[in-house]
């Protein structure tokens, strides 16, 4: 079954900058989307960013457009690379197979990982 582990979150200030990892295993590349959202007290789940295996199509959340990047080595990790990073901007941040069929407003997820917990500081 779908294995997601995530990788690479910790404490930056702000105007820093991380990059997330996401390493996927057990279904076949090209099958799948991969997305990213993040949680925190008192928020809903927001929608990042997503990624086809199967040509490599981007989908981002206006918020975060132009500040966070996604990308893939084409094997079996999906990177988020976060730029620019605020305080609101800390959360836990998940990856996982998404349903894209109304894009990100989809907020359809199958499997996810445990998360990173990424804090910005004041």
């Known amino acids: ?7 690479g979150g910790g404490l930056v200030k702000p105007g820093g900058s991380l990059r997330l990892s996401c ?5 076949t590349w090209g099958s799948l989307n991969i997305g990213w959202f993040r949680e925190s007290p008192g928020k809903a789940r927001e929608q990042i960013a997503a990624i086809t295996t199967t040509g490599y199509s981007t989908f981002y959340n206006d918020a975060v457009k132009g500040r966070f990047f996604i990308s893939t080595d084409h094997k079996k990790t999906i990177f988020l690379d976060l730029t620019n990073l605020e305080p609101a901007d800390s959360g836990v941040y998940h990856c996982g197979t998404i349903q894209l069929t109304y894009g990100l407003a989809s ?9 990173t917990r990424v804090t910005v500081s004041s």
């Open 23 to 27: 390493t996927a295993s057990g279904f």
């Open 107 to 115: 907020d359809i997820y199958d499997t996810w990982g445990q998360g």
């Open 1 to 7: 079954q779908v294995q997601l582990v995530e990788s």
